[in-house]
């Protein structure tokens, strides 16, 4: 166990945040939304264009394949064969379940069960799914250090942290990048043992590659958002509000965000949007980027089920056939 875990204070501590969250949460959507007007909200539903819907749908397809590119260079780390036509659609299956029903679903059993359906071992699924949660965080680190130290983000008067505060996080991030950089470019040990397992540290490029990925796919899914708004905050305000409410949703281990994300949203831009364009942005981009990919993803996965066996035969034939 980590000290984390050893100490009590540490576990309460987390248990009373997860709790606040949990209803703190619930409580600020109830009182927003008894005041809300939602013919309003309705009407800004609907004067979305089907082409300002399509742009959306492509913006939310360019983000779940740079997610799955994760997983294209999880391959090259962890050097297996599967072909690229495989990985995508298992990543990419993964991908909406993860953000529909929390990382330990859809990131991390579905992960498991899909590649070592096609012939994949525990130990290099494990490589892949490391890899892609370090290219996904590492990304996000990168980009909210940015926004938050340029001060990119607008926010209002009342906020608690202040823009002073939020810079400090920035910088804390950037330092936590570019010490996990430094590590991968100049460190002499390659392969680090913890306990039973062992470690190969990412290449410098492999690291830029990651910081360039997982920077671009938190990028799309603001871009979407942006896109569904109506003139008002910059894109960085939003990016940084989507930054920003992802820390409240992984604190608050609500599936698919919930709620965490409307309410970060309401009450950060509410000074630059009125509340029903907000809430029909908001309702859009989770049709768009949460309902629409998982019930894909759900087709997608029982064709991949009912083809795994195939899948894995011709990964098998390929390997014995390949020289040396």
Sequence with gaps: MNSAQNNPWMRWGKRALTLFFLLAVPALLYILARNLEWAEVRQALGAYSMQTLLVGALIALASYLTFSAYDLLGRQYSRHHLPARQVVPVAMVCYAFNLNFTTWIGGVAMRYRLYMRLGLSASTVTR?????????????MALAGVIFALRLVQLPDNWGLGVTGLQLVGFALLGLVSAYIGICAFSRQRVWHLRERSITLPSLRMAVLQLCLGAAN??????????????????????GVLLISCMAAVVAHIPAGLGVLEAVFLALLQHQYSQASLIAAL??????????????????YLVLEKRAKTLRKQGEQRIETQPG
């Design 218 to 239: 938190w990028s799309l899914m603001a871009a979407l958002i942006f896109w569904l708004l109506p003139e008002g905050a910059s894109y960085t305000s939003v990016l």
């Design 128 to 140: 892949i799914l490391s890899l892609s949660l370090l290219t996904n965080w590492t990304g996000y």
């Design 283 to 300: 309702l859009a981009y989770r049709v768009l980027y949460y309902l629409l990919p998982l019930m894909l993803a759900s087709v997608t």
